[in-house]
């Protein structure tokens, strides 16, 4: 019953900017909700995570800087702000969703979405 669906991929210019969006429903506590990325031929990656109605945040050393988080628990929607985009961020992203209580980088995130196509071209 608990659903993620991400939108707002595409094609863009290293440079330049996408948001992505995740609404998620369902019957479920959410603790943490994330972003994820997995390129062609490597592993899944955290990307950026949210304390759902916190104020924690955590960004991977690759987007510190580029990405932010934020979400709207009325809406049930993550979001992440994508800046300065650059080839090596090319990837499908996942938006997930936790239940478990902890380190929001590290906990088991127990469902997903079906990813959105990032493509930063040079």
């Known amino acids: 019953q608990v659903q993620l669906v991400e939108s707002g991929g595409g094609l863009v210019q290293a440079g330049g900017s996408l948001r992505l969006s995740c609404v998620a429903s369902g019957r479920t506590f959410r603790y943490a909700m994330g972003w994820f990325r997995q390129a062609p031929g490597k592993e899944r990656e955290i990307v950026s995570a949210i304390r759902w109605g916190g104020t924690s945040t955590y960004y991977a050393d690759s987007v510190k800087g580029r990405f932010t988080i934020s979400g709207d628990t009325a809406k049930n929607t993550v979001y992440l702000q994508m800046n300065n985009l650059k080839p090596e961020d090319t990837a499908v992203y996942f938006c997930?969703?936790?239940?478990?209580?902890?380190?929001?980088?590290?906990?088991?995130?127990?469902?997903w979405g079906r990813g959105t196509q990032v493509t930063v071209s040079s």
């Open positions: 997930a969703s936790s239940s478990y209580a902890g380190e929001i980088s590290s906990l088991r995130y127990q469902y």
